[in-house]
């Protein structure tokens, strides 16, 4: 089982981007599909974006997040540009063992969180 840590987080202001790293522990980072999800303060922690285990699909809802992963660094990004304050949220990291979930109950495995902060 992959452990995971994000990075990356931090205050920004409304137009800016920034670009978070999920970084995996272990030897078997490949098998597994990925996601980022996020949690804003009193709501549900939601999906925002998903990857295959090679890295060949990939899904997201907002047009202004890109994932990516890079296999053989066992880590995971997510770039996020034309930030708003909406976006404010605790963002994690994910592992999938079976396909490519779009929902929580799919992943196995989370991270610790990183606050993304967006000031207006």
């Known amino acids: 089982q992959v452990q995971l840590v994000e990075s990356g987080g931090g205050l920004v202001q409304a137009g800016g981007s920034l670009r978070l790293s999920c970084e995996a522990s272990?030897?078997?980072?490949?098998?597994?599909?990925m996601g980022w999800f996020r949690q804003a303060p009193g709501k549900e922690r939601e999906l925002v974006a998903a990857i295959s285990r090679g890295g060949g699909s990939a899904y997201s809802v907002e047009g202004r997040f890109t994932i990516s992963r890079d296999n053989a660094k066992n880590t995971m990004y997510l770039q996020m540009n034309s930030l708003k304050p909406e976006d404010t949220a605790v963002y994690y990291c994910a592992a999938a063992r079976l396909g490519m979930p779009l929902t929580l109950r799919g992943y196995d495995t989370w991270g610790q969180g990183t606050q993304v902060t967006v000031s207006s």
């Open positions: 272990g030897r078997s980072f490949s098998t597994y599909a």
